[in-house]
């Protein structure tokens, strides 16, 4: 069957049209009938009849044939990441009586995808036919894949349907690629975090047996019990349980002067290059918390709205929203409470944003109560070069004085921003996060 272009849009559904043939038959139907009852040739009006009916008699066929058509569409995996392949599963049967005639099909997906699929020319039965189709999605985002769109004619050829609907469409989330990175980095990191926030706790000897553990690696030698470690001969520990359990928070600044999406940019939320390698940090810095068994939150407008950024989120919700990230206007309300009170309670922040005047951080550099979380601020890489990161007008001295420690993050705001850009900014946060800022 010859390539036709198909809209990527859900088509709705169509009548069935007639062809030049059946339009023929009808004029040849009309002409008999008006010379039959002209001369009183009964024979002739008769056949012109025949030929009249034939057409509109196929004409309803078509119509109870799309109606009779059944199609189910899957797709595998549910939740792929970008540059992954997936694979487009479609069952379509046919409830009617009568045998099919050949159709065609096609699968609308989006442009990043490769355009819609033909996917040739089939006939339809009772015991349905499955057709595979491999796809490969190049950005993140929130696509929709089908309905599947059948074009049809009948046995005469007398009657088209052109690209009737047939199943419902399948929304795809596709997350963003994340790179390879040592977990064991951020697992570190981490930890530091949770202890310097225990460490600033008021320290007492005066603890129940029931609140004290054997020491072990890592711990503060400051929580060391010693009443309990003469007591048993070994080192004890407090354990308290009110005590920060290791976690990670990620906060996407989705309101930040990221910079203009370039011209072509591809996808259904086109973003600037650094917002792109936000959100793919963002999902390294998810994958590798994971990996050694930290629980992680989101802190985004969409975690926000959905009422889930107060508890730890599970790897195919992170998915979700990391693909439906983009850059708004504003930020939303309690973003920049929340990542304050989680950073102040122990949990390892971070921030992703960028900037370069002080004024473009907007209340993420207001004063706030004491919490230690890092930023990791984007910012043009000629701009990051030039300017003083003391400058008191500055994006990364007004992110300081809200309380966080700054990592300058260069970027090209020109080019699309590579794996290895990703994996220098996991080492500003995995590397430097217990120094303190860096330039």
Request: glycine fraction near 10%; aromatic fraction near 4%; include cysteine.
């Amino acid at each position: 069957m010859p390539h036709r272009h198909v809209s990527s849009r859900a088509h709705s559904r169509q009548l069935p049209g007639l062809t030049l043939r059946g339009w023929v038959l009808v004029f040849a139907g009309l002409v008999m009938i008006g010379v039959g009852q002209w001369f009183a040739l009964a024979d002739l009006t008769r056949l012109g009849l025949l030929l009249l009916v034939l057409p509109l008699l196929t004409w309803l066929l078509g119509l109870g044939a799309s109606r009779s058509t059944q199609t189910r569409l899957t797709v595998e995996p549910s939740a792929p990441v970008a540059g992954d392949e997936l694979l487009a599963r479609l069952d379509t049967r046919s409830s009617a009586s009568l045998p099919g005639q050949p159709v065609g099909l096609h699968l609308p997906v989006h442009e990043t995808w490769g355009g819609a699929q033909t996917l040739g020319t089939t006939t339809l039965d009772a015991e349905g036919t499955q057709v595979e189709v491999p796809l490969r999605p190049l950005a993140r985002g929130r696509y929709e894949v089908g309905p599947l769109l059948i074009d049809r004619s009948d046995p005469f050829g007398l009657t088209h349907q052109a690209l009737t609907r047939s199943g419902e469409p399948v929304t795809v989330a596709v997350a963003p690629r994340p790179v390879d990175h040592p977990a064991r980095q951020l697992q570190r990191v981490v930890r530091d975090s949770t202890q310097r926030t225990t460490r600033m706790r008021p320290s007492t000897d005066t603890v129940d047996a029931t609140h004290v553990r054997e020491y072990s690696r890592g711990d503060d030698i400051r929580r060391i019990h010693w009443r309990s470690s003469a007591r048993t001969g070994e080192l004890m520990v407090r354990q308290d349980d009110s005590e920060p359990r290791p976690s990670l928070v990620i906060v996407l600044d989705e309101a930040a002067d990221w910079g203009e999406a370039p011209a072509g940019s591809s996808g259904p939320f086109p973003a600037a290059p650094a917002f792109e390698g936000a959100v793919r940090v963002a999902a390294t810095l998810a994958r590798s918390a994971q990996q050694v068994g930290l629980e992680v939150r989101l802190l985004c407008t969409g975690s926000l709205a959905g009422r889930d950024h107060g508890t730890a989120v599970k790897a195919p919700r992170l998915a979700e929203l990391l693909s439906a990230a983009r850059p708004v206007a504003d930020r939303p309300e309690g973003l920049v409470l929340e990542a304050t009170r989680a950073a102040s309670r122990g949990s390892h922040t971070v921030l992703l944003t960028a900037g370069t005047r002080a004024d473009e951080v907007g209340e993420l550099g207001e004063r706030h109560p004491p919490h230690g979380g890092f930023a990791l601020l984007a910012r043009p890489a000629d701009e990051a070069a030039a300017n003083d990161t003391r400058d008191r007008g500055g994006a990364a001295h007004a992110l300081r004085r809200g309380g966080w420690q700054v990592m300058d993050w260069p970027v090209d705001p020109g080019a699309s921003l590579t794996d290895d850009d990703v994996v220098r900014a996991m080492d500003l946060l995995t590397r430097s996060s217990s120094r303190g800022d860096r330039r």
